[in-house]
């Protein structure tokens, strides 16, 4: 399994940009595809977005979709969430997580390995 940190989270207005970080420790970082999601105050965890070991393939929930990209780089072991136009309900803790298939997915249940969070305020 993969060890993951997130990092980059923080307060932030609506309609600014951020971007979170998942760096992995790990030799086979390559061999999995990775996933973010976020859990907002009394509300169930929800897939964000995902992207497969190679780079190819991408998804995002409905909510985020046209705002946030993912993109990784799998000689530095890290994959990228840029947020654009964010807003309070994106106020969440963050959380990277991988499983080592191929293809992604935004279910919760493929995931072995999870990081800790980052948290992101979205507030004026």
């Known amino acids: 399994q993969l060890q993951l940190v997130e990092s980059g989270g923080g307060l932030v207005k609506p309609g600014e940009s951020l971007s979170l970080s998942c760096v992995a420790r790990?030799?086979?970082?390559?061999?999995?595809?990775i996933g973010w999601f976020r859990q907002a105050p009394g509300k169930e965890r929800e897939g964000v977005s995902c992207i497969s070991k190679y780079g190819t393939s991408t998804r995002y929930a409905d909510s985020v979709l046209g705002r946030f990209t993912i993109s990784r780089d799998n000689a530095k072991n890290t994959v990228y969430l840029q947020m654009g136009s964010v807003a309070p309900e994106d106020t969440a803790v963050y959380f990277c997580?991988?499983?080592?298939?191929?293809?992604?997915?935004?279910?919760?249940?493929?995931?072995?390995?999870w990081g800790q969070g980052t948290q992101v305020t979205v507030s004026s």
């Open positions: 790990g030799s086979t970082f390559g061999e999995y595809s």
């Open positions: 997580a991988a499983r080592e298939t191929l293809l992604c997915s935004l279910a919760e249940s493929p995931y072995t390995s």
